[in-house]
């Protein structure tokens, strides 16, 4: 069967990353940091940048191990079972939190006559769909959806460039460093899904792709990521200042409404929501099949479709326990999430990291190379979830 290549892994991640931040997190950094918000992006880019290459350097000490193999390695059958299952229930509420914040996006600005659920229903069907079909289906999905997001991100920064004044991103250095530090404590937060989708993801690789230059890829798309949070932090504030920026909820999307070349380039938010609809399907996709392919795992299932419709199905109603009101759900984005992505994407894979290298366990990444390689490949292993296989792992 097809194996991914280092390069879709790590655009999924930005796909992931960008969709869910481009909307909220604007809004959600302006409101402690204003006009220094492109400061905060920054710091948070830097934290986030070494807990990301310890990530990727516990897969790459374990590159035919998902996550819930390398804990139980490390950790011992029973804690490395119970902190796998965690992470399951970590991603199955991010994929909720996704599909609450399309909810409330469409209420307020697009549809707000139409009831929320219908929004749900429709969404979660169209996404059990894809947890259906598996990883390969999802990753092929993203590699169409992720350019153009990025382009349509680049034209509406771009064509809205005519509207900035960047007078607004002054004086510089004025708000108080612990209000900067909040702001970059929500980067760091959405920035440490790197190591979700690296450590979930990673045994899927072709293994012959896998040389050290992974780890530089993989701090790169972290930046390319932050890159781009940078480029959305100035341009909304530029545009709208300080002030007004901390009181929009869709700073982002209230800037494409902006945009108006004559009468040959209007409503390019329509374009905007609907490329941010599609990678928010990727997101809630992807969270949603990970959180499958753990508790596979922790059952020890022999096939993860016995369970995806019935875990699936959980997201026609968890949405509305993870935020009940719009209220819950910004405290969500500043504090739950974060918080979360940050003790289990940043500091327990350090942990993790460490306790590996104390016990010897894995190997280096220049085995990865030449002769050892090509013996790690040619080695029996078991396939998608205990049945034996001669190829690694295939995808599920």
């Given amino acids: ?34 006009q220094d918000s492109w400061l905060a992006v920054i ?14 350097s516990l897969a790459m000490k374990f590159p035919q191990k998902g996550l819930e193999e390398i804990l139980e390695e490390i950790l011992g059958k029973y804690l490395g079972k119970m902190i796998t299952f965690l992470y399951a229930v970590l991603f199955i509420y991010t994929s909720a939190l996704v599909i609450r914040q399309l909810e409330e996006f469409f209420v307020l600005a697009i549809m707000p006559e139409t009831p929320p659920l219908a929004f749900r229903v429709l969404y979660v069907l169209v996404l059990m769909l894809g947890v259906y079909e598996g990883t390969l289906a999802i990753v092929r999905t993203n590699i169409y959806i992720f350019p153009l997001g990025m382009l349509v991100v680049g034209l509406v920064v771009g064509l809205a460039s ?15 460093l612990e209000r900067i530090l909040q702001g970059s404590y929500l980067t760091i937060g959405w920035l440490l899904q790197f190591p979700f989708i690296v450590l979930t993801i990673f045994k899927y690789i072709e293994k012959a792709k ?57 409503n390019i938010e329509i374009t905007f929501v609907g490329v941010w609809v599609a990678g928010m399907y990727i997101c809630a996709t992807v969270y949603c099949f990970m959180s499958i392919l753990l508790v596979t795992s922790v059952l020890k299932l022999n ?62 990444s220049h085995k990865l190379t030449g002769e050892q390689q090509q013996e790690e490949e040619n080695q029996p292993t078991k396939g998608n979830f205990g049945e034996p296989s001669s190829e690694g792992e295939d995808l599920p």
Avoid: W
């Fill in 210 to 266: 896998l040389t050290p230059n992974v780890k530089k890829l993989g701090l790169l798309s972290v930046v390319v990521t932050g890159v781009s949070l940078l480029f959305g932090a100035l341009g909304t504030i530029a545009v709208f200042g300080p002030k007004q920026t901390a009181t929009m909820f869709y700073p982002s999307f209230s800037m494409a409404r902006t945009i108006s070349i004559g009468n040959f380039l209007e």
């Fill in 43 to 56: 710091i948070g880019t830097f934290v986030a940048l070494p807990f990301s290459f310890f990530a990727v």
């Fill in 303 to 364: 096939d993860y479709k016995k369970i995806a419709l019935p875990i699936a199905g959980l997201l026609f109603y968890l949405p509305s326990i993870v935020a009940k009101d719009l209220s819950g759900l910004f405290t969500a984005l500043r504090e739950t999430f974060p918080l979360l992505t940050i003790i289990f994407g940043g500091i327990l894979p350090t942990i993790f990291l460490i306790l590996a290298g104390i016990m010897n366990k894995g190997i280096s």
């Fill in 162 to 176: 005519t509207k900035m004044s960047f007078d607004n991103l002054t004086p510089v250095f004025v708000i108080e």
């Fill in 1 to 34: 069967m097809r194996k991914l290549v280092v390069g879709e892994v790590y655009i999924l991640y930005i796909s992931v990353a960008l969709t869910t931040a481009v909307l909220f997190l604007p809004f959600l950094i302006a409101e402690v940091a204003l």
